[in-house]
Every structure is written in structure tokens, then in C-alpha cells.
């Protein structure tokens, strides 16, 4: 096996590496971790984390030949989209945590333990945050130290305590940190009352303090001296803290109550979701990519006729109420994802490849961009033969795409305190554009609205 074939994506992981072939990722287990992967399935560690949909489950590859390069060749079960940190909302990270500490828990009355403590390692799937990197897990001895500590408080638990103490908006931070927000620039941004929550004042405060006596003797915080019960009693705090942070006390959002102020008229919202639901159930996509979701309204009647649906929106909070909807309604076929299509994340890590960008894994048999595309080509000045491009590039096969005139007023208001410099926003020039890349299925006007309906097909 060459060297080349590793995925920049498991470049760190010396036990585990992942290489892509034409049917998915595989991951090869070296002959070094063969005692960790052994007694993780053969305790029951591996069976029960998949039972409670809290582990990727796999199946082993039978090798043809015997090698020296690894132990074990294991095909997991594929993910349908790989989705970031970055990309989640407060709930979405809230869960990652409550998964993080539910697994260590379950390691540690196996004799084993999480290695490192990154939530790079986790992905939303079939509706459960679950961990993806099957290597991750080491043995355990009585009175060892804790190693993945420091790596637990600045990766995971602090951006989640500045999420909740001063908006969701500070996650965006971590597309730019990869490896975690340093324990003192996090706590200069926390208000004065996280001092008296005994998790922030110990794993953020007092560890960032300890962290500057520590550094000038060159030495890192640990966990030292604990036995199985102390370790449980440290995450089982954590887990209180987590538990008890159910919601940011910052909810800054301009669009979560959109379909009930904003729409135009309900006749015109009841024809739209009649058109959309009838155009869906003729395609029965297999994977649908709402853009501009908002909360889900859309997303939702999709999950009625698509076997998977990615609801991708800019804003937080709208992520978090289509997540808890999808929760409360047992839904574990929609995915929604906090991203701008706009503004896509790029190639982030080692090369720009080891987080691949957000156009290259968002792709779909059906995209929906309803009531939209105005504040694409208004709000952000971007042309529209621009957005038809873009849009031909994430469907592979249908568009729904919602076309507003400049006579809404919705549009009117966008223009209200800007000079009209958009000659090439017309109904005429939509079509023109999508043309180019799509062929035209169906039309239909909304009821009480100049709003239009376009089917797309790609060419």
C-alpha cells in the first residue's frame, strides 16, 4: 500500500488512516493498535456504542493477502454527508458533548479510554451525533492522567460555554481554529457570572491561569492521580453543566419567525406548499438540499417524498429550531447544516483538503432555493448567471427555484434605501441564465402573489 493513498482527512491518526476507493472510505487498522481494536470488540465496547447509535458501525474486510502494513481493513458504514463543527448549531454542539462524555463513560467501565478530544472526530448521521474515528479509543489504567484533558476543555467545552454565554454566532470562530480556542482568550470573553458556574471556573478560569504558570516550565495541565470513580465524577460535572445549558442565553436571529410575519399572504404560501409538494412527489429525489431553509417549513415536506434532505441556512438559530423540530417529530431524515452559499466554507487544514469545502461534499438530485434568490442577487449583489451556475453545480438532476420581481414587496423593500442597480434581475434574465444549465420542466404562479414556481431539469 502507498503512502499516497492516505487521506489527508486521518493524516494524524499513525493506528486508523483512511483511504477512499470507488465504493467509499475504508480505514486500516496497523498492527500497532491491534490489542486496542481487539478488546474494543471483543468487551462489547464496539456492539454497545452501536446499539445506542453513538459509534459508526463497520464491517471487517476479508484481506486477501496477508500484509504488514495493517491488522485489520474495516469498511464503516458511509456517511451521506460529512458535516463540521463549524457547521452546527448550539443543539447540534450541545449533543456532540452530551455524546462525547455518554462514550467515555461507557469506555471507562470497559477499561478504556478516548485518546483525544476533538469534535472533529464526531459527525451528525441518520439524526444522532455520533463518533466516526474507530480508533480513538486506548486502554485505561487506574491513577493514569486524563490526556485528552486540555484538549476536551479548549476544543469542545470552551467555544460551547462561549456559545452559550454570548450567542451561538462565537462557533463560527472555529472554522478558523481548528484545534480550539486558547483557555485565555476564551475566558476574557466570558461575562463575570461564568465565574460562579463551577465548570467555567474550573476548567476555563483556573485552567487558563494554570495553563500561564505551567508554560513557563514547560509543562502541560493534566488530570493526574484519579481512579475510575474521580474520572466518572469529572465527566458526570461536565455532563450537569452541559445538561443544564439547554439554550444560548443570547438568541440573535432576523428570521426565526418568518413564516409568520413575513409571508405574503397565507393563499399564497398554502398554493406554494400544494406546487412544491406535488413537483417533489413526481421526482421522489433521493437527496434534497434546501438552500435558505429558514426553519424548515420546506425541509420538512421534503423529508415526505426524499430519502435524505439537507437544510442549509446562515442563521443559527433557525439550525437549532429545524434540529429540536426534527427531534420532537422523530425525523432522522433531514440534516440541517449551518452554511451560506454565499460565503461557502473552503478547504480548511493540512493542503486546504483535510476539511473538504462545502461545494464539493453538497450535492443533491434536488435543490430547493424558494424565496431565495432575491436576497442572493439583491442583498449580495450577486449576478445571476452567477446563481444559476452555482446551482447547476449542487443538483445533479431537478431545481425548484422561486423567482420574486422586482414588484414584490419584499424586493421593493431591499431596494428601498439603495440605488437600483440591477438591470439584470428580470424574470427574462432568470430564464436565460438557468437556461444555459437547466431545461424547463414547469411554471407556475402563486395565488395572490407575483411570485413564480420554476421546475428545473439539468441538461
Not at 420546506?298 to 429540536?324: G, H, K, M
Not at 422561486?402 to 439584470?424: A, C, H, M, W, Y
Amino acid at each position: 500500500m502507498e503512502m499516497e493513498e492516505r487521506q489527508a482527512i486521518s493524516y494524524k491518526d499513525p493506528y486508523g488512516f483512511v483511504i477512499k476507493k470507488k465504493d467509499g472510505f475504508y480505514r486500516y487498522i496497523t498492527h500497532q493498535y491491534k490489542q486496542e481494536y481487539d478488546h474494543l470488540i471483543n468487551s462489547g465496547l464496539y456492539e454497545d456504542l452501536v446499539h445506542r447509535k453513538l459509534m459508526i458501525p463497520h464491517k471487517e474486510v476479508d484481506v486477501v493477502t496477508n500484509s504488514e502494513a495493517y491488522y485489520k481493513e474495516i469498511y464503516p458504514q458511509q456517511i451521506l454527508f460529512f458535516n463540521y463543527p463549524f457547521e452546527w448549531g448550539f443543539s447540534q454542539w450541545r449533543e456532540m458533548l452530551l455524546a462525547y462524555i455518554a462514550i467515555s463513560k461507557k469506555a471507562l467501565a470497559k477499561g478504556m479510554i478516548l485518546k483525544d478530544a476533538t469534535p472533529y472526530n464526531f459527525t451528525f448521521h441518520n439524526g444522532r451525533c455520533i463518533i466516526i474515528d474507530t480508533s480513538s479509543f486506548e486502554f485505561y489504567r487506574e491513577g493514569e492522567s486524563w490526556k485528552a484533558y486540555r484538549q476536551f476543555c479548549e476544543e469542545m467545552f470552551a467555544p460551547f460555554a462561549l456559545m452559550y454565554y454570548r450567542g451561538s454566532m462565537w462557533a463560527k470562530l472555529y472554522g478558523n481554529s481548528l484545534t480550539g480556542l486558547p483557555l485565555s482568550f476564551v475566558k476574557r470573553q466570558l461575562p463575570f457570572k461564568s465565574h460562579f458556574n463551577s465548570s467555567t471556573l474550573l476548567h476555563i478560569h483556573w485552567h487558563s491561569f494554570f495553563q500561564g504558570t505551567y508554560s513557563k516550565e514547560n509543562k502541560a495541565v493534566s488530570v493526574k492521580g484519579l481512579n475510575n470513580q474521580k474520572l466518572l465524577a469529572l465527566f458526570e460535572m461536565f455532563e450537569r453543566t452541559i445538561l443544564k445549558w439547554s439554550q444560548p442565553l443570547l438568541k440573535e436571529s432576523i428570521w426565526n419567525s418568518y413564516y409568520e410575519n413575513d409571508i405574503e399572504t397565507k393563499a399564497y404560501l398554502e398554493d406554494k406548499v400544494d406546487i412544491v409538494s406535488n413537483w417533489l412527489q413526481k421526482v421522489k429525489p433521493s437527496v434534497a438540499i434546501d438552500v435558505g431553509a429558514n426553519t424548515g417549513m420546506f425541509s420538512f415536506i421534503a423529508t415526505q417524498y426524499a430519502s435524505n434532505v439537507i437544510a442549509v441556512e446562515s442563521d443559527r438559530l433557525c439550525v437549532d429550531i429545524i434540529y429540536n423540530d426534527s427531534k420532537r417529530k422523530k425525523i432522522n431524515t433531514i440534516l440541517p447544516i449551518v452554511a451560506d452559499v454565499v460565503e461557502p466554507s473552503p478547504g480548511l487544514g493540512w493542503d486546504n483538503v483535510e476539511k473538504i469545502p462545502l461545494l464539493e461534499r453538497l450535492k443533491g438530485d434536488m435543490l430547493l432555493a424558494l424565496a431565495v434568490i432575491h436576497h442572493i442577487c439583491i442583498s449580495r449583489n450577486v449576478p445571476m448567471q452567477f446563481v444559476a451556475k452555482l446551482f447547476a453545480e449542487i443538483t445533479t438532476v431537478y431545481a425548484i427555484v422561486e423567482f420574486i420581481p422586482k414588484t414584490d414587496t419584499k424586493v421593493k423593500s431591499l431596494l428601498q434605501n439603495r440605488v437600483d442597480i440591477f438591470d439584470g434581475y428580470s424574470e427574462k434574465s432568470f430564464i436565460e441564465c438557468f437556461q444555459q444549465y437547466f431545461i424547463l420542466v414547469e411554471q407556475y404562479t402563486c395565488q395572490g402573489s407575483d411570485r413564480k414556481l420554476f421546475l428545473w431539469q439539468k441538461r
